[in-house]
């Protein structure tokens, strides 16, 4: 049984951090792309970040050099490090994984139902 939980959300003033995790189990975790996505109220689900087995990432651009996404192996363990943070943020973060592949390709940035298994996400409220 897959299974993704994330956690690390919470309220934080523009200009903070936050730091998410990803626990994954139920399936070979190494072997599959993985990926952050986000999504705001009233607005589509959106890619932040993908991460293969390699050490490929591909941002979302208003968000690249801002979060650092990372990856613990032997942990099963998704990381997204969130530093100076924006009201723009503010959305439910959601951790997902690929359909059978350890790649990523840059156009799953854009499509979530690459996806197949999803966390029940975590909030982020980054306040001005």
């Known amino acids: 049984q897959v299974q993704l939980v994330e956690s690390g959300g919470g309220s934080v003033q523009a200009g903070g951090s936050l730091r998410l995790s990803c626990a994954a189990s139920g399936y070979s975790y190494s072997k599959y792309c993985m990926g952050w996505f986000r999504q705001a109220p009233g607005k589509e689900r959106e890619g932040v970040v993908t991460a293969d087995i390699d050490g490929g990432f591909v941002y979302l651009d208003s968000v690249n050099g801002r979060f650092t996404v990372s990856r613990d192996n032997a942990k099963n363990t998704l990381y997204l490090q969130m530093n100076r943070l924006k009201p723009e943020d503010t959305a439910m973060y959601y951790c997902?994984?690929?359909?059978?592949?350890?790649?990523?390709?840059?156009?799953?940035?854009?499509?979530?139902?690459?996806?197949?298994?999803w966390g029940q996400g975590t909030q982020v409220t980054v306040s001005s």
């Open positions: 997902a994984r690929a359909r059978n592949t350890p790649i990523c390709y840059s156009w799953y940035l854009k499509n979530p139902s690459e996806f197949d298994y």
